[in-house]
């Protein structure tokens, strides 16, 4: 079966430091994973996508990587800001499927 | 910058109504999609629509049906609403798997059945 696991499932951190989210999937055949952020009552915002054959993606302080061989693919938040607090989600596109299927996400408060 | 507008950010209703939620795309993209997101359960796949008046069943249809009559449009329909439909529901819209595109959320519709 096809899943998206993410872990922890929370994270508390203060402000500043650097941090890693990490998503796991179960199968490497894959078109491409994307992350989003999620903030309380709203929809997702598309913060990285990487395709297949690529090994990361960065956009300011984020940085995604994903290893399709191992499964995996981490999300790095540099000096992290009170603002980033909000809930994290990881989304693959499984070859055969038509839809992103969708970790459960990891809550993150960055304390001021 | 790709907007995926929802028609109601809140909606109440009562048990046994027929409920429109309709979702509105700008970027002529041909796939749409439904979920809903509950606490504990993350986001599930009701329906998606990969052209017009195009549809597959996601992994909890149950309870509901979809409309696409044109292209930037995507309808979700509850026949008759219950209780256990209470939650967030969120439209999506992208090109199709494999061209590289992300996909992009509309805000959400918080729907409640009373």
């Known amino acids: 079966k096809q899943e998206v696991t993410q872990i922890p499932a929370a994270l508390s951190v203060p402000e500043g430091e650097n941090l890693v989210l990490n998503c796991s999937f179960t199968?490497?055949?894959?078109?491409?994973l994307q992350w989003f952020r999620q903030d309380p009552g709203k929809g997702l915002t598309s913060l990285l996508l990487i395709q297949s054959s690529q090994r990361e993606q960065t956009s300011g302080r984020l940085n995604a990587s994903l290893d399709k061989s191992s499964g995996r693919s981490t999300l790095y938040i540099a000096a992290s800001q009170p603002g980033d607090s909000a809930t994290y989600l990881c989304?693959?596109?499984?070859?055969?499927?038509?839809?992103?299927?969708f970790g459960s996400g990891t809550r993150l408060q960055v304390q001021p | 910058d790709v907007k995926v507008t929802q028609s109601s950010r809140y909606l109440v209703k009562r048990t046994g109504e027929k409920v429109f939620l309709e979702c509105v795309q700008d970027?002529?993209?041909?796939?749409m999609f439904w979920y809903r997101q509950d606490p504990g359960l993350g986001l599930r796949l009701i329906y998606f629509?990969?052209?017009?008046?195009?549809?597959e069943k996601g992994d909890i249809p149950e309870g509901y049906s979809v409309s696409r009559e044109k292209k930037e449009r995507f309808s979700l329909i509850l026949e008759s609403a219950s209780t256990n439909q209470t939650s967030m529901y969120l439209c999506?819209?992208?090109?199709?798997?494999?061209?590289?595109?992300?996909?992009?959320f509309g805000n959400g519709t918080r729907l409640t059945v009373t």
């Open positions: 989304a693959v596109g499984f070859v055969g499927r038509r839809a992103l299927t």
């Open positions: 999506a819209s992208r090109t199709p798997q494999g061209s590289g595109s992300p996909l992009h």
């Open positions: 629509s990969y052209d017009v008046k195009m549809k």
């Open positions: 199968d490497s055949a894959i078109y491409n």
């Open positions: 970027m002529d993209h041909e796939n």
